[in-house]
């Protein structure tokens, strides 16, 4: 369709209930994808055997345990080939011209590493809701740290119509060019894998904004998400995901934050922090732990910031910019 092809990286835990509508949309693609890996992290609902069966799959893997989805996803992004790279989530249904609207887009040189469409809210069947409601249009932070998807809970009255340029994408259908994959990529891993899960594409974005690659979005490409994990339904999610949750938003800043940041962000981060640190110590003790595994992992993520900042590219005044 006169684009780079694009290779669709799927990680799956138990989403047997999705994957059927998410393969099924991927096999009806007007422009269809190069290939389609999907790598299971041990699930025992049968999500393999959807996979093995689908003709859309061309490459399957299965763990023998949950390796998390950033070390999946690096697993499934290591075997890609084509120059571009969707990372999908299972419970993503794409419009049949999702990969076609991007496909412009794709043509435009570096310094353009990722791309994102428009995704709307769907029902628990997996179909829109009703009136249309938006997920996500792209990643903001705000300036306690915090980051959220662009138009999240919205209803859509055409006030995301614009191609521009947006932080970075959610990574439940994010378009990634493989020159940015490796390019950002430190010690062979995209996604870090000492998030195990959650806030990993916001990590990535970020990275990137420092590295000097953009990321445009691109309304045209429309899909549906049937979200499960929002802040407002936190204490029904397992407990495992909001340590996690805790955790990776201070890795997240030991490797990133400079301090033109800082002075944008400062007070109003550690405000935040301050109550992140009270919700653990009153209401959510399972997250408690996470805080012990900041102190484990910090050398690590040193160590990472030492590399990224090294090799900085942008202006800090410029990242700061987006923290708002």
Known sequence: MGGPGVSVTIVTFESARDLPRCLDALAAQTEPPVEVIVIDNGSMDGSGEVA?????VTHFERN???RGFAAAQNQALHRAAAPWALTLNPDVTLAPDFLAALAPYRQQPSPLGTLCGKLFRAEADGSPR???????TGIVFERTFRHLDRGSERVDTGGYDRV????GASGAAACYRRDMIEDVSIDGEF?????FAYREDADVAWRAQLLGWDCLYVPGAVGYHRRRVLPENR?????????HSVKNRFLMRIKNADRAVWRRCGLSGVARDALVLAGCLTVEWSSLPALADVVRLWPRAWK???QIQGRRRREPAAVARWFC
């Open 64 to 66: 023998a345990h949950n």
């Open 52 to 56: 093995r069966r689908h003709d859309v």
């Open 235 to 243: 204490r029904r999610v397992d407990a495992a995901l909001n340590r």
């Open 304 to 306: 990472q910031r030492r």
């Open 191 to 195: 996604f870090d894998e000492a998030f």
């Open 164 to 167: 521009e340029a947006v932080f």
């Open 130 to 136: 009703h009136p249309a409601t938006l997920d996500s």
